[in-house]
């Protein structure tokens, strides 16, 4: 797993538009994990690799369109997954402080927050892409799976199938865990922001604090509910299957 793609105090993950998901069907399923920052806050290597672009997202570009993510970067990490290359997209970046080519550190500063390109204001699109060419736009996986939870926190994930073991898109899925409040994320919407090969999930919930966790959806006026424990510095795994 990596670290975190800003320094600590420089911002937060976005819970509302989480991959895969739509922000309540107001924008297109989500590539990547949003951060909200200001402008100009560093954004960071979340582990060793080699710079594969840093500039302007024209050419070659990493969205459906040239200058989709603005001043982008992306690194080729030094960490490979069952012998397939990851790389980290950095996208809307306000200033690229690296070239093309560059060998880079965990921690090592790539630019600062912006919102250049097609962006709502300042905050850090972050992305794993994975695959022999990073510019192919579905090549992504859910970000949350692949960082570090900060000390003391796990991280949730499973999936909502139907009676005949189908992932279900677009469907809420609340958890109520350890000392915090109700939240929710919602199960990736279309077959282009893909599951983990393995895992299969369709949502994830990073970082939740080490503790009991009840996840629960409702389908047709029926509750489903499962309970978990989250283990600190490691993966919990639910599905919820929806009655016919």
């Known amino acids: 797993m990596f670290g975190e793609p800003l320094p600590p105090g420089a911002g937060g993950l976005s819970t509302n538009y989480r991959y895969g ?3 309540d069907g107001t924008l297109a399923p989500h590539h990547g994990s949003d951060y909200t920052s200001a402008l100009g806050q560093p954004v ?35 960490t490979a997954w069952n012998e397939t290359d990851v790389y980290a997209l950095y996208g809307h970046l306000d200033t690229v402080l690296v070239q093309t080519g560059a060998a880079v550190s965990a921690g090592e500063v790539l630019g600062t927050v912006g919102e250049t390109g097609v962006a709502y204001g300042p905050h850090l699109h972050f992305e794993i892409r994975i695959g022999d060419d990073p510019t192919i736009y579905t090549r992504v996986r859910n970000p949350e799976l692949w960082l570090r939870p900060q000390p003391f926190h796990g991280v949730l994930a499973g999936r909502v199938v139907n009676a005949a073991g189908y992932l279900v898109p677009g469907q809420r899925v609340y958890y109520e865990c350890a000392n915090s409040r109700k939240r929710h994320v919602d199960t990736y919407w279309d077959i282009y922001t893909p599951s983990d090969r393995v895992l299969l999930e369709n949502f994830v919930a990073g970082n939740i604090l080490a503790g009991e966790c009840v996840v629960t959806t409702e389908w047709a006026g029926t509750r489903i ?12 795994f639910v599905v919820l299957t ?3």
């Open 21 to 23: 998901m739509t922000w």
């Open 44 to 78: 960071i290597a979340v582990g060793a690799g080699t710079v594969f672009y840093g500039g302007p997202d024209m050419g070659p570009f990493f969205g459906i369109k040239p200058d989709f993510y603005g001043n982008v970067v992306v690194i080729k990490l030094d």
């Open 225 to 236: 509910e499962k309970t978990t424990r989250i283990e600190k510095g490691k993966l919990s």
């Open 242 to 244: 929806l009655p016919d």
